[in-house]
């Protein structure tokens, strides 16, 4: 498979890769590990003008303990996530979500952790090559005006599939942004915009530099369900935090339930998640409600676009928060 | 879009060669410079079978640019043997009839040889996962991950291994 015509510039410095983005904007991609990005090119879902290479980017590949909090670079592999301590010790839904991304023969070595944030939403109606989708009329997402996921849609319906952030959305953790002569701190909650086809908050000439995710005695784990154990997006996952009150340590102060692979954005639970604050870590049957009431809630947004059968995706997600609150409960 | 005159290491020699920018590792591998054993199948990532190696880890040819490998050291299946002389694990994968159709064998044998660099006796559990990104549509991989098992250390109960003696 060819990859279309583009021009490559290999910015020697984050200055200079700034400037080519305010140059170029809209017309250029950046290319980190580029196991996304290439294969959406080669299918003709992307024809950038320009790719800007992170290459020789070194300074955004790190993982750092700073100020209660990991700060980890947009541009480190995810190999470097999976083997780091301090993530194992304290974000441990990013690990085990890091360890679930494609197979260590492809993404861990070459893709990175912005890479898989930043990864655009699916559909199986778009995600196809040019010669399928030359079939049927353009959707939504590819510039027309009909959705084959869900009938009557008046906009795009594709689901945000990425493991990385529903991991990191479970760990309430914040992104760091930046534009030439600007630099802006979101919170991955609010960096979603629920449209299918921007999915992400975020200008063209903008650049995410790290991640921030706070140390605060949270336990987190993070569980999937996919067609295989390799190479596959999930269909449905789930990633989960509990914190424990400073004052008693068997009762919960906090807990963050997030679904992922169901929406155009990784679905934070509020209510779910509160109806979990003030009870005991080894409160199964609190759990078990809780599960519950996410499934009743994400499966609203649920929509027949990334294989198995809908039915069966939202009555795993049940089973999956389950299985996630009780292992993050039971850590340490 | 300009041509681009660049070097690659491959296999402990550098090799120059005039590409666009948009041509690939693999392309450049098999079209340029006639390196065929990295082979391409699904060519988006999904089958393994242009494994090869950049500084020692596996990444797959056919989603890396080659104006990215510019600086890496490459390695290619053509790079195991010393001469004409199998490695280990080549001779394993074939002791053990690890190989049925062949396609998938460059893939496989690229992603277990940097695992037994890694790890030299590695489980069942740790082969199978390290091959996990490699897709065979013959063997049904027991061969393989006994080729790969054994070739670091070949067992006494084996017939396979012991054939070799």
Known sequence: MLLPRFDYLDPKNLEEALDLLAVHKEDAKVLAGGTDLLVRMKKGLLTPKVLISLKSLNELSYIKEEAGCIKIGARTPLADIIASGPVQDNARALSQACEKVGAITMQHYRGTIGGNILQDNRCHHYNQSDFHRSGHQACHKNGGKTCYARENADRCNSTCQSDGSTALMALGAKLVLLSKGQERTVDLDNFYTADGIMPHDMEPHELLKEIIIPINGARSAYKRLAYRSAIDYPIVCAGVLVRPSDSQKDRIDEARIVVGAMGRAPLFLAQASSSLKGKKLDDTDAFKKAADASMDSAATFAVHNVGSTLEYRCSMISPLVLQGLKEAASEK | ?165
């Not at chain 2, 948009?22 to 079209?31: A, S």
């Not at chain 2, 277990?112 to 897709?135: Q, S, V, Y």
């Open chain 2, 1 to 165: 879009m300009e041509k681009i005159e660049i070097t690659l290491n491959i296999n402990g020699k550098p090799h120059e060669v005039t590409i666009y920018p948009n041509d690939t590792l693999l392309d450049v591998l098999r079209d340029k410079l006639d390196l065929t054993g990295s082979k391409e199948s699904c060519g988006e990532g999904v089958c393994g079978s242009c494994t090869v190696h950049m500084d020692g880890k596996p990444v797959r040819a056919c989603l890396t640019l080659a104006m990215e490998a510019q600086d890496a050291e490459i390695k290619t299946v053509e790079g195991l043997a010393n001469g004409d002389e199998l490695s280990n694990l080549q001779q394993s994968f074939i002791d053990h009839g690890a190989v049925q159709c062949g396609f998938c064998t460059p893939g496989m044998l690229m992603s277990a040889d940097a695992l037994l660099r890694e790890n030299p006796k590695p489980d069942e559990k740790t082969i199978r996962k390290a091959l996990a990104g490699n897709i065979c549509r013959c063997t049904g991989y027991a061969k393989i991950v006994q080729a790969v098992a054994h070739a670091a250390q070949p067992q006494d109960n084996c017939c396979d291994c012991k054939s070799k003696e």
